[in-house]
Structures are given as structure tokens and as C-alpha cells.
């Protein structure tokens, strides 16, 4: 077998099996997709079938498949792509939604865009979070908050400063397993976790999306990026850093990255 296409030393057959569960039940048909928006103000899951919706799957690479989900609303001409990234040799998934106006005029509203709007079946969940970068010396301290039936958690950063206040990386501890969650960084994004006491369901994305798009328009979601581990949370974390280093942290001319040295003044 090619040795890029085996699993990470680190990878457990159990936690494949968990993410490909999960993502043959969210993330391969359009109208399941774990995204939500209201247009027109009519509320709308996944890619309704009224828009037509299209897939069309490529190997990256050996490791990787992407994905693509589009639609269209013939009416309007609002047209919705998700492009959604999964993993052979670690157990992540990863998505991100586009909406382009291909019409010939304004759309109608289109508001509370949420990248991920799904749930996440398990016992005794903990959210792993912190506090963010505030200029303070208790800045990125790290909180564990147990979630109960009937309870909630919101984050969302200060001013458009993506980690002011809170920070777009989690982790959500059941009983023998967690998974890692990560929201793309463009700015005002939120996050709420609630607990239905065999499940927690995740809503984020961009706080209070409320706009039209004129012809020719785009926006897109944050990215959402999935880890699933089974065991202690200290196999997530490893986990995580292994995805990210193997998969995410930029190669110049294929080598890792050396260490980077910066200084800043005052400048007088």
C-alpha cells in the first residue's frame, strides 16, 4: 500500500469509523448538509431539491476527497455551493458555504447564515473553551463548562476581533469520546452549544447575517472543521496538532516550517 494513503500512526480505526458514520449521515446528500439560512424569510436546511441541487466529487490526493454541493434558486437566481473536505488518514471533515447572486437583481434578504446547525449524540457532554486574547495576563485560560439537559453556552469575540474575548476552537467531551470543532476566522463570528441530554446541537457562523446581494455578489460562511477522537481528550489534542501540522501548516518548497523569530518597536 502506498504509504501516503495508510492511516496516521496515531489514528485508531475507531475514530474513522466514527467520523465516516457521521459524515455518511450529514455530509452526502444536499438537502442533509448541516448548514442552515432563511431567505425570503422562509428557514431552510441543507440545499432544499426546489434549487435543483448537483454533486460532483475529485480526489485531491491520495489522503484527501472534496465534495461540492451546489443549487440554485430559479426564481431569484441566488445559488448556493458547499464544498465539503474529508480525510483518509485522519478523522476530520471540513466544510465551507458560498451564496452568489447569478441573478439580474438584488436578492431578497438573506439572513442567520449558520455554517454548521447539527447535532452530536453522546453522554455526560463537557465543553472545552477559552476565554480568548483581551490583553490580559488571564488571556487563553482554559475552561471546561458541563452542558445539561435544557442548558446552553454562547461565545462570540468582541468589536470583529476574532479571538477578543473568546476563541473559534473547541472541544465537546462525551463519555469515551469528543470531537474537535473549529470556526473559520473571518471576524464577528458566534457559536452556541445547547444540551438535549443525549446530544448537544451546535449552531455558528457569522453573527447576525441580515443583507441582500446585488448581481455578481458573493459571501461565504466561516469554514467549519471537524476532529472525532475516541478516548481521553489528550488523543484529540494530539490528534488535532498532528492533522494540523501534517495537512494545514504552510511547506515552503515541500520542508516543514523553520522557526520564526519577530520583533516589534515603538519605532522611535
Known amino acids: 500500500m502506498d504509504r501516503a494513503s495508510c492511516p496516521s500512526p496515531t489514528t485508531q480505526p475507531a475514530d474513522m469509523s466514527r467520523i465516516r458514520a457521521w459524515t455518511r449521515q450529514n455530509l452526502s446528500r444536499p438537502e442533509e448538509l448541516p448548514i442552515s439560512f432563511v431567505y425570503g424569510g422562509q428557514a431552510l436546511h441543507g440545499i432544499p431539491e426546489s434549487w435543483h441541487p448537483t454533486s460532483n466529487q475529485r ?13 440554485t434558486n430559479t426564481e431569484t437566481g441566488l445559488a448556493i455551493r458547499v464544498e465539503c473536505t474529508e480525510y483518509r488518514d485522519y478523522p476530520v471533515a471540513e466544510w465551507v458555504v458560498w451564496f ?9 434578504v438573506l439572513s442567520d447564515v449558520l455554517a454548521i446547525d447539527g447535532s452530536f449524540a453522546g453522554a455526560s457532554p463537557v ?3 477559552c476565554n480568548g486574547d483581551y490583553c490580559s495576563a488571564d488571556g487563553y485560560t482554559p475552561q471546561a463548562t458541563p452542558l445539561r439537559a435544557g442548558g446552553d453556552l454562547s461565545f462570540a ?16 467531551a462525551f463519555d469515551g469520546w469528543g470531537l474537535c470543532m473549529a470556526i473559520g476566522w473571518p ?19 457569522q453573527e447576525r447575517t441580515h443583507l441582500r446581494l446585488m448581481p455578481g455578489e458573493s459571501i461565504r460562511s466561516p469554514r467549519m472543521s471537524l476532529l472525532f477522537w475516541n478516548g481521553h ?13 501534517t495537512h494545514i501548516l504552510p511547506r515552503p518548497n515541500g520542508r516543514p516550517m523553520a522557526p520564526l523569530l519577530a520583533c516589534s518597536g515603538t519605532g522611535e
Do not use: M
Open 59 to 71: 480526489r485531491v490526493d491520495a489522503n484527501i476527497t472534496e465534495t461540492v454541493y451546489e443549487g
Open 127 to 129: 465543553v472545552q473553551h
Open 233 to 245: 481528550v489528550s488523543r484529540g489534542v494530539n490528534l488535532w496538532r498532528r492533522w494540523y501540522l
Open 187 to 205: 471576524a464577528q463570528w458566534a457559536v452556541s452549544f445547547s444540551g438535549l441530554g443525549d446530544s448537544v446541537h451546535v449552531c455558528a457562523g
Open 157 to 172: 469575540p468582541r468589536g470583529g476581533r476574532p479571538c477578543d474575548g473568546a476563541f473559534p476552537y473547541f472541544r465537546v
Open 100 to 108: 452568489t447572486n447569478k441573478g439580474s437583481g438584488a436578492t431578497p
